[in-house]
């Protein structure tokens, strides 16, 4: 099955090269404002695939994605120096439009998996731009985060982090929520199983997993400027997902006519993934604490999307 990807930048070809070493999908189509950029990627990748599966790569426009599965959306613009976030995430909308606009030409039945910061606003953009049903337009959202809560989570018990079940909700950013009431580790309570393996999840630990899982990105773009390698594979398994029909369940961003007292604002819960989407949402009960952190979550995606004007 085809797979478009618009945006050959770091985290567009990252998740190419994993789709392309994980054999998702037979054909991946890149598409770049810098052509050269797309054709240079295509074939680097495409140079990997004798070693990995048998997945064809290559550069092209928006009319070779007809009949896509999934399009991912990677396109953007960098912050310049002095630039606000609203007016980076204004310059971000304008490209939205016109990339969003040459997808729906050419794949109006894709899927269209949003990848570009800030994710959960842009899947907002990208569902306004689309005309799509909510379920068809998902953001990358919380994935890394609710992976790396895991992987905290099952380094400081002693357990695998697939079987530990927890999940970060809201935006991913500052403002996201790390849901520790109705995480469990198999089918216990997480906090009995800390509290039986002598590790208990006091409000200490608590706050540095959550500080962690914060502030993980900032760290890796301290140290080498940008993410992607974490997100690329991320994305290539949200696409087998769709294209396997799977019904897993991921912490991806959609659209929701109300949340938290807010309407029309796009952020991450549990949802069941397949062909058509984002097809169901798996609200967790929430602490009265954990509720609130959500709805001033919604609050700070609400008034970024609300300053949107389309
Ligand atoms: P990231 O780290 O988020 O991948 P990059 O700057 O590496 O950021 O990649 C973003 C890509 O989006 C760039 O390759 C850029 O050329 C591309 N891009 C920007 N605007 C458009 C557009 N209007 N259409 C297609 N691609 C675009």
């Not at 050959?8 to 054909?27: D, F, H, N």
């Not at 953007?76 to 030409?105: C, H, I, W, Y």
């Not at 396997?244 to 912490?251: H, I, L, P, R, T």
Request: charged residues 20%.
């Amino acid at each position: 099955m085809k797979v478009g990807i618009v945006g050959a930048g770091q985290v567009g070809s990252s998740a190419a090269y994993a789709m392309a070493l994980m054999g998702v999908g037979t054909e991946i189509v890149l598409i770049d404002r810098d052509a050269d950029l797309a054709e240079a990627q295509a074939q680097d990748i495409a140079h990997a695939i004798p070693f990995a599966e048998p997945v064809i790569v290559r550069a092209a426009g928006y009319d070779s994605l007809t009949e896509a599965a999934v399009v991912i959306i990677a396109a953007g613009v960098s912050q310049k120096p002095g630039e606000s976030r609203l007016d980076l995430l204004d310059r971000n909308v304008a490209v939205f439009r016109e990339v969003v606009g040459s997808v729906m030409t050419h794949a109006p039945d894709a899927i269209l998996l949003v990848a570009s910061n800030p994710v959960d606003v842009m899947t907002f953009a990208t569902w306004k731009l689309s005309g799509l049903a909510a379920e068809r337009v998902v953001g990358s959202g919380t994935i890394l985060d609710t992976a790396r809560f895991r992987s905290l989570l099952g380094a400081h018990l002693g357990i695998a982090p697939q079987s530990v079940h927890a999940y970060v909700l809201g935006e991913h950013g500052d403002s996201e929520v790390s849901i520790w009431s109705s995480a469990t580790a198999g089918n216990v309570p997480i906090t009995s199983f800390a509290d039986q393996v002598g590790r208990p999840l006091g409000p200490e630990i608590r706050e540095e997993i959550g500080q962690n899982v914060r502030d993980a990105a900032y760290t890796i773009i301290a140290g080498k400027g940008a993410t992607y390698y974490g997100i690329g594979a991320g994305l290539a398994r949200i696409v087998r997902a769709i294209l396997d029909d799977e019904k897993a369940v991921f912490s991806v961003s959609v659209t929701m006519p109300e949340i938290c007292g807010f309407s029309e604002v796009a952020l991450s819960l549990p949802r069941i993934v397949g062909k058509d989407g984002a097809i169901a949402d798996l609200m967790p009960a929430l602490d009265e604490g954990e509720r609130e952190a959500l709805t001033a979550s919604a609050k700070v995606i609400s008034d970024l999307s609300t300053s949107l004007t389309f």
